[in-house]
């Protein structure tokens, strides 16, 4: 929507860490897609058209820095299995589909709408091997109103054939995948070795010389998500004594790269991310799914670390990040069980701050609302739950994180757009 306009409704936003902003009945003023302001009652002498949500609580969109495009087809399913049997038996099977660039965008069409539909509107997001299929993603992804990044994936050892490139192959088409992706206005490329078990030394290295080429260019990966590949890994590069060194070693471990998982980083692993200015992304549902354990998101957050969070589907089987933050207040209260209370388990409002304020910190976006940029909101309406006795915008937005499901959602805006639901 062009020109000055101002949406009213109850604003929640979380602008620290454990921190909960809520603005009973605000406004927030938008000038051609771009906030202007943040406030509790119109400024006197400004008479913008106001947009009334009425009683709907309005929150800063989710963001989703761990999922895999192409599995969105086998969402849960496959559940019985572990990670590496999961792999191999689901995923790359699914995956190999995605040479086929109309079926690629039947699904990427209904996951772009699905994303929409659950306010996610910014993503970090693998997509499979095939250059073709990745770019038909990022052109669905941006007629949705998502936006973000997306990497080819890039695998050239142990998997099936038909999900295999050779070295040359895969170097080749992630440097035409970075020429061609240019087009799309919101979403841009990130590097994309799937983890070290799918990728020899020779094709590390050369990921590690584009990297150095494009030093814009991001980089995404997994690290430390179950002990039978740490000690794959361990196998595969003996010179390395701990999973995160392979990466530093090929100079793909450094600021803003994304490492899903780090279920088992230890004290060393993590400093050795916080030094390179690493960012976790913490997957619970996925890690309980497949069985991979809880990572220590509590202590990460304590360290300093940078923490954001990922549905992964599709070992996450929820797309929704309102879901994830609930598994991830759930899983971290185990954890504190289990480490007999040592370990303190999440808040709502630190969950709600990591689908919110921390992944938008990855794309250089402000806390809450953030004054000078573009609107990215969601709008919830409640009002199918018993209000009475009154509940105050901190028990309702926390019912939210519980209990939302998409048909509560009734607007989302992105880049400063309303998306199409
Ligand atoms: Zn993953």
């Known amino acids: 929507m062009q020109g000055l306009y101002a949406i009213e409704g109850n604003l929640a936003f979380a602008p620290a860490l454990g921190e909960l902003t809520t603005i009973p009945r605000g406004y927030i003023i938008v000038e051609d897609g771009i906030v202007r302001d943040v406030c509790k009652r119109l400024p006197s002498g400004l008479s913008p058209e106001v947009i009334s949500y009425g009683d709907a609580i309005i929150t800063p969109s989710f963001c989703d820095l761990h999922l895999h495009a192409p599995q969105f087809p086998m969402l849960g399913t496959g559940m019985d299995l572990q990670l590496l049997e999961w792999l191999s038996t689901y995923t790359f099977p699914l995956e190999a589909r995605f040479v086929d660039t109309a079926y690629a965008q039947r699904v990427y069409r209904k996951l772009a709408r699905a994303l929409v539909r659950r306010g996610t509107t910014r993503v970090c997001m693998f997509s499979s091997i095939h250059r073709e299929a990745t770019l038909v993603l990022m052109r669905e992804l941006e007629r949705a109103g998502i936006t973000g990044y997306v990497g080819k994936v890039n695998m050239d050892r142990n998997g099936p054939k038909d999900v295999l490139e050779s070295t040359e192959q895969s170097v080749e088409e992630t440097r035409r995948f970075l020429d061609e992706c240019g087009q799309y206005a919101h979403l841009k490329p990130l590097l994309t070795p799937r983890f070290v078990p799918s990728c020899t030394d020779a094709l590390m290295q050369q990921l590690g010389d584009i990297a150095r080429e494009y030093p814009d260019v991001r980089i995404q990966s997994h690290l430390s998500e179950n ?176 209990l939302s499901n998409p048909s509560d959602i009734i607007a989302v805006y992105s880049e400063g757009k309303k998306a199409a639901l």
């Open 227 to 402: 002990m039978e590949e740490i000690a794959w890994v361990k196998e595969l590069s003996p010179d390395c004594a701990q999973y995160w060194q392979v990466y530093e070693k090929f100079g793909l471990f450094k600021p803003h790269t994304l490492m899903a998982h780090c279920v088992y980083s230890d004290e060393a692993e993590r400093a050795a991310m916080k030094r390179a200015g690493v960012w976790v992304v913490h997957c619970p549902d996925s890690n309980t799914n497949v069985a991979s354990g809880i990572a220590p998101i509590r202590k990460m957050l304590q360290e300093g670390m940078q923490v954001a969070m990922g549905s992964d589907i599709a070992g996450g089987a929820k797309l929704s990040m309102t879901d994830v933050a609930a598994e991830a207040i759930r899983v971290s209260k185990l954890r504190w069980l289990f480490s007999d209370k040592k370990e303190d388990f999440l808040t709502v409002a630190e969950a709600f701050y990591l689908i919110t304020t921390a992944g938008q910190a990855y794309f250089g976006a402000q806390p809450g609302f953030g004054e000078g940029e573009p609107l990215h909101a969601v709008v919830f309406d409640d009002s199918r739950f018993v209000h009475e006795p009154k509940k105050s915008l901190q028990e309702r937005l926390e019912r939210l994180i519980y």
